[in-house]
């Protein structure tokens, strides 16, 4: 079992950067393979990034995600950030080993959310 809360959601202006964080409990948090999705009001969950649990660190275009296993937390770094990406944050987990990373259902453990705004 393995809890995930999400920090760092913000107000943010076009063009600029903002760091999540989420901070997994457990002991065993680097046997997990995580990664951030959001979604936006009236779409689809989607994917932004992944990271298996031989990684330290991934990028995705405009995000990376990077993981501090000592600490127990996974980040997403989001830089030139636009108004299409508003949305709810979310980190996951996943205990086996994933086949699809950007497969939402590959996820067993999520977290509450954290809102990011970027205004024009």
């Known amino acids: 079992q393995v809890q995930l809360v999400e920090s760092g959601g913000g107000l943010v202006q076009a063009g600029g950067s903002l760091r999540l964080s989420c901070a997994a409990s457990g002991r065993t948090f680097s046997r997990y393979d995580m990664a951030w999705f959001r979604q936006a009001p009236g779409k689809e969950r989607e994917f932004v990034a992944g990271l298996r649990r031989s990684a330290v660190t991934s990028v995705t275009g405009r995000f990376t995600i990077a993981r501090d296993n000592a600490k127990n937390t996974v980040y997403l770094q989001m830089n030139s950030l636009k108004p299409e990406d508003t949305a709810v944050y979310y980190c996951?987990?996943?205990?086996?080993?994933?086949?699809?990373?950007?497969?939402?259902?590959?996820?067993?453990?999520w977290g509450q959310g954290t809102q990011v705004t970027v205004s024009s």
């Open positions: 996951a987990a996943a205990q086996r080993w994933v086949v699809v990373l950007t497969a939402s259902n590959e996820y067993n453990y």
